[in-house]
């Protein structure tokens, strides 16, 4: 093994020891209970559902799910593990970098293929009850899948990213796993076209791609390192962002911008505004609303919780929800806190510490009785109208924002 071989072994090792720690704290014994309680309500709800579908509720859902399958195999990224030093210090090894790109499209055909699996037995008593399974289009599909890794890896790595790929990637996947599912003239011949298409694209890219002095002691393809180093970078804030919902992770790359279209939510500055004891009021109503790993984290767990309301329509699932996204939520903003005070503009204003605090506090508290409202009359909207089951939903709110009001205490 080369030097560079070692070097991106060690990353990758790194990058798994990372992930598995951070898994210890995410996947803890109340999440897999959670997680246990609703994959057992989702089986008996999908086994349900199954015996009593129509026809076009099970092409519609088997389209739906093919969609949203064939979104995720093109928007994964491909994990290159380069860094910006990468572009000074591994320059003499570039011609040793065909072995670790090789492997990179491995690891990543070897995951596809796996979730490709889990898609097929998922989707297998759908496809039981519409039709028959093309298993040569099977094959086809694993090569559709090994041919979208070594694209995604030739631009990423050797050539440039183009907007348009995706979307036709995405429309070869889609049109593949039709064909394996349904036996129409019609599907194969736009999926035909469409590999046509993709093959003529394909060489374009490697055409485009390749090192035109091609001289004897240079590589045909040459790494572009910058760029690589960029999207592996931005990779990785992705990984962080997410895993932000559960634990706190530093998170280096946090942008803050305005958001209009959140203006509407921020108190309307008064005289009240700037006496001492409201002077931090605004500013962290302000903040949570423009910076990245708060609003989104809070939109994207409510969003979590919306659909498993929306998808199981008990209320005693809603509740359960309610809660979780409570605890999900509150434990993730609490610690935000300190943060915010290493920020230079905290610590302008000649104000006390306990100020600062009290009025935080009031930020989440508003924050998590809004949004457990906002999902408390989701759930009473779409169970039955039930004198006990709006007692449920009710007494689950309240439960969440006591949750949540213990933990707002713990802000320090």
Same mark, same amino acid.
């Given at each position: 093994?080369?030097?560079?071989?070692?070097?991106?072994?060690?990353?990758? @090792?790194?990058?798994?020891?990372?992930?598995?720690?951070?898994?210890?704290?995410?996947?803890?014994?109340?999440?897999?209970?959670?997680?246990?309680?609703?994959?057992?309500?989702?089986? $008996?709800?999908?086994?349900?559902?199954?015996?009593?579908?129509? @026809? &076009?509720?099970?092409?519609?859902?088997?389209?739906?799910?093919?969609?949203?399958?064939? !979104? !995720?195999?093109?928007?994964?990224?491909?994990?290159?593990? $380069? #860094?910006?030093? %990468?572009?000074?210090?591994?320059?003499?090894?570039?011609?040793?970098? *065909? /072995?670790?790109?090789?492997?990179?499209?491995?690891?990543?055909? &070897?995951?596809?293929?796996?979730?490709?699996?889990?898609?097929?037995?998922?989707?297998?008593? +759908?496809?039981?009850?519409?039709?028959?399974?093309?298993?040569?289009?099977?094959?086809?599909?694993?090569?559709?899948?090994?041919?979208?890794?070594?694209?995604?890896?030739?631009?990423?790595?050797? !050539?440039?990213?183009?907007?348009?790929?995706?979307?036709?990637?995405? &429309?070869? +996947?889609?049109?593949?796993?039709?064909?394996?599912?349904?036996?129409?003239?019609?599907? *194969?011949?736009?999926?035909?076209?469409?590999?046509?298409?993709?093959?003529?694209?394909?060489?374009?890219?490697?055409?485009?791609?390749?090192? @035109?002095?091609?001289?004897?002691?240079?590589?045909?393809?040459?790494?572009?390192?910058?760029?690589?180093?960029?999207?592996?970078?931005?990779?990785?804030?992705?990984?962080? @962002?997410?895993?932000?919902?559960?634990?706190?992770?530093?998170?280096?790359?946090?942008?803050?911008? *305005? *958001?209009?279209?959140?203006?509407?939510?921020?108190?309307?500055?008064?005289? %009240?505004?700037? #006496? #001492?004891?409201?002077?931090?009021?605004?500013?962290?109503?302000?903040?949570?609303?423009?910076?990245?790993?708060?609003?989104?984290?809070?939109?994207?767990?409510?969003?979590?919780?919306?659909?498993?309301?929306?998808?199981?329509?008990?209320?005693?699932?809603?509740?359960?929800?309610?809660?979780?996204?409570?605890?999900?939520?509150?434990?993730?903003?609490?610690?935000?806190? /300190?943060?915010?005070?290493?920020?230079?503009?905290?610590?302008?204003?000649?104000?006390?510490?306990?100020?600062?605090?009290?009025? !935080?506090?009031?930020?989440?508290?508003?924050?998590?009785?809004?949004?457990?409202?906002?999902?408390?009359?989701?759930? +009473?909207?779409?169970?039955?109208?039930?004198?006990?089951?709006?007692?449920?939903? +009710?007494?689950?709110?309240?439960?969440?924002?006591?949750?949540? #009001?213990?933990?707002?205490?713990?802000?320090?």
């Amino acid at each position: 093994m080369s030097n560079i071989e070692n070097i991106f072994s060690d990353r990758r @090792k790194k990058e798994q020891e990372l992930k598995l720690t951070y898994s210890k704290y995410i996947f803890n014994s109340h999440l897999i209970m959670f997680l246990i309680i609703v994959l057992g309500a989702v089986l $008996i709800n999908y086994s349900k559902w199954l015996a009593i579908a129509s @026809k &076009v509720e099970l092409y519609s859902v088997l389209i739906a799910a093919t969609l949203a399958f064939s !979104y !995720y195999l093109v928007s994964s990224k491909i994990k290159t593990h $380069i #860094k910006e030093a %990468d572009a000074v210090f591994l320059l003499p090894l570039e011609k040793h970098y *065909r /072995k670790v790109g090789l492997k990179t499209v491995i690891n990543s055909t &070897v995951v596809h293929i796996i979730t490709v699996i889990i898609f097929y037995f998922a989707t297998k008593p +759908i496809t039981n009850l519409i039709g028959n399974i093309d298993r040569l289009s099977i094959f086809m599909l694993l090569i559709v899948i090994i041919w979208n890794n070594l694209l995604k890896y030739l631009q990423v790595i050797h !050539y440039k990213e183009v907007v348009w790929s995706k979307l036709l990637l995405f &429309v070869v +996947i889609f049109m593949q796993l039709l064909v394996i599912f349904f036996d129409d003239i019609a599907i *194969r011949i736009i999926y035909l076209i469409s590999i046509i298409v993709l093959a003529a694209f394909t060489y374009y890219i490697m055409k485009n791609a390749g090192n @035109k002095l091609n001289a004897k002691d240079q590589e045909k393809y040459v790494v572009n390192w910058n760029q690589a180093a960029d999207y592996d970078k931005h990779r990785i804030e992705s990984y962080l @962002k997410f895993v932000n919902m559960f634990v706190d992770v530093p998170l280096s790359g946090v942008k803050v911008a *305005r *958001r209009k279209y959140f203006d509407i939510l921020l108190p309307k500055l008064t005289k %009240d505004n700037f #006496k #001492k004891e409201n002077s931090f009021k605004y500013y962290y109503y302000r903040v949570f609303l423009r910076q990245e790993n708060t609003v989104y984290l809070a939109l994207r767990l409510m969003l979590l919780a919306v659909l498993v309301i929306f998808s199981f329509k008990n209320t005693y699932v809603s509740g359960l929800a309610i809660i979780s996204y409570s605890y999900l939520t509150i434990i993730q903003l609490v610690p935000l806190y /300190k943060q915010m005070s290493n920020n230079i503009w905290h610590s302008i204003l000649p104000v006390s510490e306990d100020i600062k605090i009290k009025s !935080y506090k009031q930020l989440l508290t508003s924050v998590m009785i809004v949004t457990t409202l906002l999902l408390g009359g989701v759930s +009473i909207l779409l169970a039955s109208f039930s004198t006990m089951n709006i007692l449920v939903i +009710i007494g689950s709110v309240v439960i969440a924002n006591i949750i949540s #009001k213990i933990f707002i205490g713990k802000v320090k």
